[in-house]
């Protein structure tokens, strides 16, 4: 694959990656039980302020993802989806232990496996650039 179409392909799937992440915040933020349920947790009756906490945490991370894909920084991207993976497999877990939901289980193991994939795909195109 040309250089420069392997490239456009890693940022568009960094991209969106990280507009998916900011518009599960936004979920979040409008409509917070339904969200917690999808995300594998039970909510209180009442939403809580978590949710809102949880909302512009996923926004504002996912608004890095898209800028540091626009900006190409290959390296960062990497770090961030090597890290997003662990927190994705790590809420799998969570979720295991608090309610064993399989569908929420199975979209956080996926998301680590989209993350792994994607961070080292970016970190390689780091390597390649530095070569160059």
Request: with cysteine; aromatic share 10%.
């Amino acid at each position: 694959m040309k250089d420069h179409v392997r490239r456009q392909w890693l940022q568009g799937l960094a991209i969106a990656a990280g507009l998916a992440l900011a518009l599960i915040g936004v979920r979040f933020a409008l409509v917070p039980r339904s969200a917690a349920r999808f995300f594998g947790i039970d909510t209180p009756a009442t939403p809580a302020h978590l949710h809102y906490v949880i909302a512009l945490r996923d926004v504002w991370l996912g608004l890095i993802v898209v800028a540091l894909a626009l900006w190409r920084d290959w390296r960062a991207l990497a770090l961030w989806l090597g890290l997003g993976a662990v927190v994705c497999i790590a809420d799998a877990i969570i979720i295991a232990h608090a309610t064993a939901w399989i569908g929420p289980m199975l979209f956080h193991i996926a998301s680590g496996i989209y993350c792994t994939a994607l961070g080292l795909a970016c970190w390689r195109e780091h390597s390649r650039a530095k070569r160059a």
